[in-house]
């Protein structure tokens, strides 16, 4: 299979820093994408990984294990605005679906 | 620049019609993916075209066929038309289709079609 599992909810305050996990499947593993998604809009490209390692994106930074099959999303100083859901997407090498998305991750962010 | 564009983007219908989704790429782009999405779920890959060829296609009956045409753009069209086919329909546009180069691969989405079926 090629499941993919994230936190269904998170809650965190506003100013604080929240991280979204993510595990998957290592085997016939390609990349590893974070979007973000507002409620009724389309989801937003954040972050890639295919090497170990941190990418650092302004408030945004994405980890990569890919032999632990684990990534996290860090989202520094939240806003408001960050209320949205996170999706992990998959890339693998074999067979013929360019993303295999999560369930996502429902990020509510309070004052 | 304009993003990815669908039309359109509220759609009813009635169980047993069929319905056509449209999607334009982003400028330079030349491959398009389609994905449904329900509430509470991520997306689910449905089709991917690269220059007009199905490049890939996900576990959905053959009332889903979708086409690319010369300019790049994409129809989903969907026949006989079940409850459970309500859902947000996604259009996604890459560079390139494919694995070998994940970023030209990265998808960028439109706003969706939002299709009820009653």
């Known amino acids: 299979g090629q499941n993919i599992d994230q936190p269904t909810e998170m809650t965190a305050t506003e100013g604080a820093i929240v991280q979204i996990n993510c595990t998957y499947q290592?085997?016939?593993?390609?990349?590893l994408f974070w979007y973000q998604q507002h409620a009724g809009e389309a989801p937003t490209f954040l972050s890639y990984n295919v090497l170990d390692g941190l990418e650092e994106k302004g408030r945004f930074s994405s980890f990569l294990s890919r032999s632990k099959g684990y990534s996290y999303l860090l989202l520094k100083e939240l806003q408001m605005k960050d209320s949205a859901s996170y999706l992990c997407a998959v890339s693998w090498v074999s067979g013929n679906t360019p993303l295999v998305f999560g369930k996502g991750t429902r990020l509510s962010v309070i004052a | 620049d304009a993003g990815v564009t669908q039309s359109p983007t509220h759609l009813i219908k009635t169980r047993g019609q069929h319905v056509t989704l449209r999607c334009s790429p982003i400028?330079?782009?030349?491959?398009v993916s389609w994905y449904q999405q329900v509430l509470g779920q991520g997306p689910q890959f449905i089709f991917q075209y690269y220059e007009k060829e199905e490049r890939g296609r996900g576990n959905f009956p053959d009332r889903f066929s979708a086409r690319q045409f010369p300019n790049y753009s994409s129809e989903l069209n969907v026949n006989a038309l079940l409850l459970g086919d309500s859902a947000l329909y996604l259009c996604?546009?890459?560079?390139?289709?494919?694995?070998?180069?994940?970023?030209?691969?990265?998808?960028?989405f439109g706003a969706g079609t939002r299709l009820s079926v009653l």
């Open positions: 290592t085997s016939g593993f390609n990349g």
């Open positions: 996604a546009s890459s560079l390139v289709g494919g694995i070998r180069s994940l970023a030209k691969n990265i998808q960028y």
């Open positions: 400028s330079g782009h030349k491959s």
